[in-house]
């Protein structure tokens, strides 16, 4: 079986590199189910991008497949990206919501001779599972990372971390306790929880018998982070002063009119709010709304793929629209550019973004309704945990 997926997937690398009039772009995400809105900005953003460049790069059109995995499924993420290079005949491989995803996808891509572009799955590690990945999302260790300096800074010296038990919870994690430590705090209690996790109350029991001032989470935006900073509420925790820190996974946009007064206040860090102030966001959010149909449901997965096709056309560009994974991903180590949420910039060597991150407080916007304010920028930000994905 093995012998035969190899097999076919060089002839169909060989007869679409001869063709090379239509490049096919296959997209892994959740398109329904629990997280179908993630799924919703990954084609929002792309649509965005494609609405605002065209559908065209040199002579060759690009057209977009997408395939459904509708919560972390590691074995049907694989089935679908096989499908997708054998059958369908795509060049490159983008999207992945869930880390557990992105990792299953990586072992076929120098055998189908594809690039995997990763507009959202956030463990540091999987740029090392593949020389043919390239990320224009974040990581949890990047966006985890400048909210324990904050934290310590708040005047907090003891926290309790709560986490998503899988790769980009372990990472947001051991992420904040290194920065935290560094500062002169201490982490006096670590709980992860399973992914299904969905009764916050005896969690948030353990954080007030903690006798931490505060508590740094990661959960994986969607149904869970709203159920989290309702249950924050409804406890007590907000009312006990017992702080809460976050990477921006916590408070996407498109909760915060559920979230309301709940998440007044609350702080976290970040590479893009939907309200950054630059010309470039300004046409961004103009388009994915359209595209998007309800801008009050945009959110970050949508800059990820945004961004994503800009790497996925300058890639097209560098190979004349011809199939050849290293030469499209050499095309864009250390490429730049000026994205909707920043100066950002693909790293020559680890092949995941720069990028700024952004302190952000949850606030009333101009038009009442609540935003994640950026309120101070850390510049030019790398990945701090490849050292420790080594």
């Known amino acids: 079986m093995k012998r035969f997926l190899g097999a076919a997937i060089a002839a169909l690398a060989m007869s679409v590199s001869a063709e090379a009039a239509t490049i096919k772009v296959g997209v892994v995400g959740p398109f329904s189910g629990p997280f179908a809105l993630q799924g919703k900005n990954f084609k929002a953003g792309i649509d965005a991008y494609m609405a605002v460049n065209g559908a065209k790069v040199g002579d060759n059109d690009v057209e977009i497949i997408y395939r459904d995995v509708p919560q972390a499924d590691p074995a049907q993420s694989k089935a679908l990206a096989q499908e997708l290079i054998v059958k369908e005949g795509v060049q490159y491989l983008a999207g992945f919501y869930f880390t557990p995803d992105a990792m299953a996808a990586t072992p076929i891509l120098q055998q189908g001779n594809v690039p995997m572009v990763v507009m959202n799955a956030a463990t540091s590690a999987i740029v090392t599972k593949s020389p043919y990945v390239v990320r224009t999302s974040f990581t949890t260790w990047q966006t985890s990372t400048p909210i324990a300096q904050v934290a310590k800074d708040a005047g907090v010296d003891k926290v309790i971390t709560v986490v998503s038990d899988y790769g980009p919870g372990v990472d947001a994690e051991n992420a904040f306790k290194a920065?935290?430590?560094?500062?002169?705090?201490?982490?006096?209690?670590?709980?992860?929880?399973?992914?299904?996790?969905?009764?916050?109350?005896?969690?948030?029991?353990?954080?007030?018998?903690?006798?931490?001032?505060?508590?740094?989470?990661?959960?994986?935006?969607?149904?869970?982070?709203?159920?989290?900073?309702?249950?924050?509420?409804?406890?007590?925790?907000?009312?006990?002063?017992?702080?809460?820190?976050?990477?921006?996974?916590?408070?996407?946009?498109?909760?915060?009119?559920?979230?309301g007064e709940a998440a007044a206040g609350v702080q976290t860090t970040f590479h893009y709010a939907v309200s950054h102030d630059s010309p470039e966001n300004k046409a961004f959010v103009e388009a994915a709304s359209k595209a998007i149909g309800n801008p009050a449901e945009l959110s970050f997965p949508a800059v990820g793929a945004y961004d994503g096709m800009h790497v996925i056309y300058k890639m097209i560009e560098a190979t004349g629209g011809k199939q050849d994974a290293k030469k499209a991903v050499d095309a864009v180590k250390g490429l730049s550019w000026t994205s909707p949420r920043g100066p950002v910039s693909i790293d020559a060597e680890s092949r995941h973004i720069t990028q700024n991150i952004y302190l952000r407080e949850v606030t009333k916007g101009p038009d009442g309704a609540y935003i994640n304010k950026e309120i101070k920028t850390f510049e030019r930000q790398g990945d701090p945990g490849l050292a420790a994905a080594k």
């Open 179 to 259: 920065g935290f430590e560094k500062a002169g705090g201490k982490v006096v209690e670590a709980i992860r929880m399973p992914l299904s996790t969905n009764d916050f109350s005896p969690i948030m029991q353990r954080i007030k018998d903690s006798g931490a001032g505060a508590v740094f989470a990661f959960l994986p935006s969607g149904p869970t982070t709203l159920g989290f900073v309702k249950a924050y509420n409804q406890n007590g925790l907000k009312t006990a002063g017992i702080k809460i820190f976050s990477p921006g996974d916590l408070t996407q946009e498109s909760d915060l009119p559920a979230l």
